[in-house]
């Protein structure tokens, strides 16, 4: 599957942005799909992914509560609906797709969408 994110910018702290993620295939609604994100110097961390509707969503600690994961398998495509953004949330975000159940650590994403950058200013 092929993944491309857009949405990213600018937000003040306390503000709102929405990601979207489009991805090509026939078989999108099998896969699971996640949200990650990578601030400059640090690693690539998980933010939240969503499976079928028995898998439901995970969200990390860190934006439980202020960020929304949703697929729409008619148009191929996740969201993450972020709220209440803080300066720690800016980083380049990504999408990512795995066929299989299993950790949700980067390695055991197959397919990854390229970067759309999020930047909070306090």
């Known amino acids: 599957v092929q993944l491309q994110a857009f949405g990213g910018g600018l937000v ?9 993620c489009a991805a090509s295939g ?4 099998r896969y699971i799909m996640g ?7 640090k690693g690539r961390e998980f933010v939240a992914a969503i499976g ?3 898998t439901g969503t995970v969200y990390a600690d860190s934006v439980k509560g202020r960020f ?12 993450l609906q972020m709220n209440n953004l803080q300066p720690e949330d800016t980083a380049a975000y ?14 055991n994403f197959g397919s ?3 970067g759309t950058k999020v930047t909070v200013s306090s």
């Open 26 to 29: 026939r078989t999108f609604n």
């Open 68 to 79: 929304t994961i949703s697929r729409d398998n008619a148009v191929n495509t996740i969201y």
């Open 94 to 107: 990504y999408c990512a797709a795995k066929y299989y159940q299993g950790p949700y650590s980067p390695e």
């Open 35 to 41: 949200w990650f994100r990578q601030a400059p110097g």
């Open 52 to 54: 079928d509707p028995e």
């Open 112 to 114: 990854w969408g390229q």
């Open 12 to 20: 003040q702290a306390g503000g709102s942005l929405r990601l979207s």
